[in-house]
Structure formats: structure tokens, C-alpha cells
């Protein structure tokens, strides 16, 4: 038997995750992570500094993790610089990244991705890497207290590189293979390459999904009166992720724009869809900018302001108030969530160690800016 021929042999096994089943905390429950309490840290990479929702996480049986990650270094310095052709393998393929300030460019599956603040992405299980990022110059205190924003504009983009992440599980938990070290990319083809793998873990009709802030699928839309209560009117975007996530996150940004101002891009097509809303076995919200004020079930009011981030239960706490240029995401956790597994260790290690050779075919596009859908190779 060949050496490929051995590797794939034992792939049966290592497919789908086959650890603990994930449990959301079905529990009237609420857990707050304040920002004045956060701490960043480079877990993974000297340049990015992480600073995750932990007290969200382990309230909700460590099921779903979301962090703010804010870059920190120039990309020219030997210890940064662009990533390699990497991919991340959470149970169900679920990672979230939405951009609140400077610029990024992304590969993703041969296609280029220059984005910035408001920029949504599923990544998806996909091959990716991070080839470029803004960063301010600011010292480190400076730099992660710089105002952060889900509308593009023109201050913001001129900030470090930050976005919310969010996994199901922790990335240590799961696989993270290198596909492609950096210093084996070839600039003229590595970066063109669609790649097909069968680790993905994606539920049916899950995919890659994109959402520019400025789409038309993206506009927000007048959340009707009564809602909650602002002193400027209160808009909603849907971040559409219901159908590419496989049915297993809602998500939304409910905001409002500066006293006197119009900053929110606004569609014309009538009040919002609130049905979303009302979904989530588990919700998790996260201040952009600005404050909200919630309500827990024994009727007892707090207020969250930017950075905050609250984690509950279905029921166990309710958005009531948003002050003026306020933008506040919204994540609600369905219950497909339930029926997903871990990995365990021996997968994650294995996985991680075949490395680039998890990768079963491969199509070089003629061009990096259009072209078949990312993930094409996966259907």
C-alpha cells in the first residue's frame, strides 16, 4: 500500500468529531464580560492580541466562544507578517468574523477579499490565509482603546486591524491544520488555489457566506416602535448567516445613529423582519460602540457599554434600551447546535499532523477577483 493510499485508509475515523456531544446551557441564565475587566493576549500569534468572553463561554458549557481580536504589530516585522494557508475546523465548520475597524485582505480558496469595518465573513472550513492588515502605530494602550464600528468610514479604516470572532468550542479544542507554511508559498500560484478537503464537518446547505456593509442585503431596516427604547430611531441589519451556518446561528446588529446625524446605511423597504429576534436557545450580545440597557427576569435593569458583552439564556435576559450611536451584535445559538459533537484529542492531533495532506484536490483559478464561489470544490 502506498503512502497516500495508507493515509486516506484511516480517514473513516476522523471525518466528523466524535468527542463529547456539545450542550448549550438551556438554564435561565446570564453571564457579563466587562470591558473593563478584559484582558488581551497573543494566544496564538505575537501580532494579534485576543481578548475573549469567558465568563460567557464557561457559563454555556464552553459551547460557543466569542473574542475580540485586535492586531498590534506592523506586518513588515519578521515575528508578524501575512499568516499561512491555514484552515480552522470547529464542530460544524462554524467561525464568524466581523470586521469593526482598519483593513484586511484575505485568500479564501483562491479569491481575494479586501475588507474592512462592517465586513461580515463564515469562514466555513475554508483554506485561507491573512496576507495584509492596517495597523495605526499607536502603543498597545492607545491602540485597543480606538473607537471601533461596523459602518465603513473613513477614521476607522485608518486604525489597526480588529474583528469579533466567534467559534463553536475553542480553537485548541479542534483542528487547525496548516495546509501551506509560509515559506513554501508560491506568490504567483499558492494564493490562486481553490482547495477541497473532507474534514469540514458543515451541516447540509452550510457554505461560505460574505456580506459587504454596504449590500443591499445589508441595509438596515426601522426596527418597529416599541421595540425598545432609544432616544434616535433603532435600525436593524441581518447578517443573513441562518441558511450558510446550517441553521445553527442567527445573527444581527441593532443600532442607532449619532443625535443629528445619518450614519447607518439605510434600505427602503419597510420595518425590519423581527422574527430573528426572537430566536436563540442561548443569545449572546456584544456593544459595539455606544450603550444598551437590558432586562433580566426578575425585572432587574443593567447597562452595558462598549466592549460588554452578555450571555444568557433564552429568556433569562431582554434588550430594553440602546442610547444614541449605539451598534450592538446580536447572536442567537438554534438548537442544531445540540446535535453536533467535540473532537477529541487523538482526532485533533492526527488531523493537525497530516497537515497539508488532508487536501484531496486542488484547481488553480485564472483570476483572484472572480471566478466560482468559494467552497465550489466542496460540493
Given at each position: ?277 426572537g430566536k436563540g436557545e442561548v443569545v449572546v450580545y456584544r456593544v459595539i460602540r455606544g450603550t444598551a440597557e437590558f432586562k433580566d427576569g426578575a425585572g432587574k435593569r443593567f447597562e ?76
Open positions: 500500500m502506498s503512502a497516500p493510499a495508507a493515509v486516506h485508509s484511516n480517514w473513516a475515523s476522523l471525518v466528523h468529531p466524535n468527542g463529547d456531544p456539545i450542550r448549550l446551557n438551556h438554564q435561565d441564565f446570564v453571564a457579563i464580560d466587562r470591558d473593563r475587566d478584559a484582558t488581551y493576549d497573543p494566544i496564538y500569534r505575537p501580532q494579534a492580541l485576543y481578548n475573549r468572553v469567558i465568563n460567557g463561554f464557561q457559563a454555556n458549557n464552553e459551547a460557543f466562544l466569542l473574542q475580540e481580536v485586535a492586531t498590534n504589530l506592523p506586518i513588515y516585522r519578521p515575528d508578524a507578517g501575512p499568516t499561512d494557508f491555514h484552515l480552522h475546523l470547529p464542530p460544524g465548520g462554524f467561525q464568524l468574523v466581523l470586521v469593526t475597524s482598519g483593513l484586511f485582505t484575505f485568500d479564501y480558496d483562491g479569491l481575494l477579499h479586501h475588507v474592512g469595518p462592517g465586513a461580515l465573513i463564515l469562514q466555513s472550513a475554508i483554506v485561507h490565509r491573512q496576507s495584509s492588515y492596517s495597523w495605526s502605530g499607536l502603543p498597545t494602550d492607545a491602540n485597543l482603546k480606538t473607537a471601533q464600528t461596523v459602518v465603513p468610514d473613513p477614521l476607522s479604516m485608518g486604525y489597526s486591524g480588529k474583528f469579533i470572532e466567534a467559534f463553536i468550542t475553542e480553537p485548541t479544542t479542534f483542528p487547525n491544520p496548516t495546509v501551506v507554511h509560509s515559506d513554501e508559498i508560491d506568490e504567483a500560484e499558492t494564493p490562486r488555489l481553490a482547495w477541497s478537503h473532507p474534514f469540514h464537518d458543515r451541516p447540509p446547505a452550510a457554505s461560505f457566506w460574505f456580506q459587504d456593509p454596504l449590500s443591499l442585503d445589508a441595509l438596515y431596516r426601522p426596527l418597529p416602535d416599541g421595540i425598545v427604547k432609544s432616544p434616535m430611531p433603532a435600525h436593524v441589519r441581518d447578517l443573513a448567516i441562518v441558511a450558510p451556518s446550517g441553521h445553527l446561528v442567527v445573527g444581527h446588529i441593532i443600532a442607532t445613529d449619532p443625535r443629528g446625524q445619518s450614519l447607518l446605511p439605510k434600505g427602503t423597504a419597510g420595518a425590519a423582519d423581527i422574527t430573528g429576534l452595558l457599554a462598549m466592549g460588554d458583552s452578555i450571555t444568557a439564556g433564552k429568556n433569562a435576559a431582554t434588550l430594553v434600551g440602546l442610547g444614541e450611536n449605539t451598534q450592538l451584535l446580536r447572536l442567537g445559538l438554534l438548537k442544531g447546535m445540540d446535535d453536533l459533537r467535540r473532537w477529541t484529542t487523538a482526532q485533533r492531533d492526527e488531523i493537525d499532523g497530516l497537515a497539508g495532506r488532508i487536501v484531496t484536490r486542488t484547481e488553480a483559478r485564472p483570476q483572484r477577483t472572480q471566478g466560482r464561489p468559494v467552497g465550489f470544490l466542496y460540493e
